[in-house]
């Protein structure tokens, strides 16, 4: 079965632009993170959906950044304008419902997109 | 959520057992402890997950003392494709996962 897959892989758009990227997750995957990483750090949360809500958003810049989850499956995220600091790689996860109990979950990474902002 | 504090780096050479370890004063209760792998233009990769005393697979051993303040990856016999960044977390039921800067693994020959 394909992992979680992400696309595009690779993005360059000039400043003030809008660029947008997808996460296909894992089938049956209830759980779905965004993340932005910066060079030589590690990855930041912007967002995370259980199915189709949004339950921790308090690290998107909603200024510029949008994300979607339409019937909880694939996602979109969205930046518009793009600036030069939103140059990142960024990473799309997903995992099965969290928190059973007596085990966790484990979130299975895309390759990210990195996006070059000139 | 509680907070971890890892190396930043860390050498190493072939053959070698490497052991890094990562504090979390603050864990929960309900807070597992999960390690990831991340290789240069990857995203992370689940290694390995705990709760409390030692887990064991096939690629790493996790060690978590009684009060689990603190654990300790254990990868046997390191090779050259071990070198990746390693990251520590702590999550519990908000499955909420923060990543730390964590530590740079560097095997040599």
């Known amino acids: 079965e394909a992992g979680v897959v992400q696309s595009p892989r690779y993005k360059i758009i000039e400043k003030k632009q809008p660029v947008a990227f997808w996460c296909n997750p894992i089938s049956g995957h209830n759980t779905l993170y965004w993340y932005r990483q910066n060079l030589g750090q590690g990855p930041e949360l912007l967002i995370r959906y259980e199915n189709e809500e949004a339950v921790d958003d308090s690290q998107l810049p909603k200024d510029r950044f949008s994300a979607e989850r339409l019937k909880g499956v694939d996602s979109t995220l969205k930046i518009q304008p793009a600036e030069l600091g939103d140059s990142a790689v960024y990473l799309c996860a997903s995992s099965l419902e969290g928190w059973a109990q007596d085990t966790n979950t484990e979130a299975f990474f895309g390759q990210g997109t990195r996006l070059t902002v000139v | 959520l509680a907070k971890t504090t890892q190396p930043i780096s860390m050498d190493s050479y072939e053959g070698q057992e490497v052991n890094i370890t990562c504090s979390h004063n603050?864990?929960?209760?309900?807070?597992?402890i999960t390690w990831y792998q991340q290789f240069p233009s990857q995203g992370p990769r689940f290694i390995i997950q705990?709760?409390?005393t030692k887990v064991t697979n096939e690629v790493a051993s996790l060690f978590i003392p009684a009060d689990r303040k603190s654990s300790t990856l254990s990868l046997p016999r390191v090779s050259l494709s071990d070198t990746a960044v390693y990251y520590c977390?702590?999550?519990?039921?908000?499955?909420?996962?923060?990543f730390g800067t964590g530590t740079l693994l560097a095997v040599q020959p």
């Open positions: 977390l702590v999550s519990g039921a908000t499955n909420k996962l923060i």
């Open positions: 603050n864990i929960a209760t309900n807070d597992y």
């Open positions: 705990g709760y409390k």
